[in-house]
Nanobody
């Protein structure tokens, strides 16, 4: 059983910072891409940032220059440092990981989501 467990969400004032963490656990061969997505009420889930196992990163235009994604491969953990938060950043943030099983297949896994609320 593979699990992604997120932490770090909460309430912050506009202009503040939060750091999200997501740790993968279970029995698997390796983790390829990891990323963060978010979904605000009434909106579709959207990509926030992704990172490959080699450290390449990709960001949504709306968060470039404010958010930083990083990962600790030894701990199977991905982080999202969110700075200069805006009310529009408020959403449920979901961790995603492309995990390679020993069967040879890669599967996408999702965390349970963590709420980020930004007060103006």
């Amino acid at each position: 059983q593979v699990q992604l467990v997120e932490s770090g969400g909460g309430l912050v004032q506009a202009g503040g910072s939060l750091r999200l963490s997501c740790a993968a656990s279970g029995f698997f061969k390796s983790i390829n891409a990891m990323g963060w997505y978010r979904q605000a009420p009434g909106k579709q889930r959207e990509l926030v940032a992704t990172t490959t196992s080699g450290g390449s990163t990709n960001y949504a235009d709306s968060v470039k220059g404010r958010f930083i994604i990083s990962r600790d491969n030894a701990r199977n953990t991905v982080f999202l440092q969110m700075n200069s938060l805006k009310p529009d950043d408020a959403a449920v943030y979901y961790c995603n990981a492309a995990i390679a099983r020993y069967s040879g297949y890669e599967h996408p896994y999702w965390g349970q989501g963590t709420q980020v609320t930004v007060s103006s």
